[in-house]
């Protein structure tokens, strides 16, 4: 059973940084790329409305940002143990969402849809 399962998510002021873990099982991870989403608040709860963060190949050799968090955030990968995480420094109000770790067979991308497999999200919360 394909699971991934997001964890990190908490209520944290302006400034601070957090960092989510998403450990994924029942597929072999190291033939898929990984991404966060995220998703704001009073956004439908559907694949098309979710906001790219970041990517990583399967090897790791290749990650992409959002203009967003680029410079804020960084994404990394444990293929020994089945683990993605987000760094993210210097948290914004604007950086509130829901985040959610996806698996892609292959390649990466920004486009949700591509996305075969999904958590169920975690809650970032940032105070002013």
């Known amino acids: 059973q394909v699971q991934l399962l997001e964890s990190g998510g908490a209520l944290v002021q302006a400034g601070d940084s957090l960092t989510l873990s998403c450990a994924a099982s029942?597929?072999?991870?190291?033939?898929?790329?990984m991404a966060w989403f995220r998703q704001a608040p009073g956004k439908e709860r559907e694949l098309k409305e979710r906001?790219?963060?970041?990517?990583?190949?399967?090897?790791?050799?290749?990650?992409d940002y959002d203009d967003s968090v680029k410079g804020r955030f960084t994404i990394s990968r444990d293929n020994a143990k089945n683990t993605v995480q987000l760094q993210m420094n210097s948290l914004k109000p604007e950086d509130t969402s829901v985040y959610f770790c996806?698996?892609?067979?292959?390649?990466?991308?920004?486009?949700?849809?591509?996305?075969?497999?999904w958590g169920q999200g975690t809650q970032v919360t940032v105070s002013s």
């Open positions: 996806a698996a892609n067979h292959g390649f990466y991308g920004s486009n949700a849809l591509i996305y075969d497999y």
């Open positions: 029942g597929f072999t991870f190291n033939e898929y790329a």
């Open positions: 906001e790219f963060v970041a990517a990583i190949s399967w090897s790791g050799g290749i990650i």
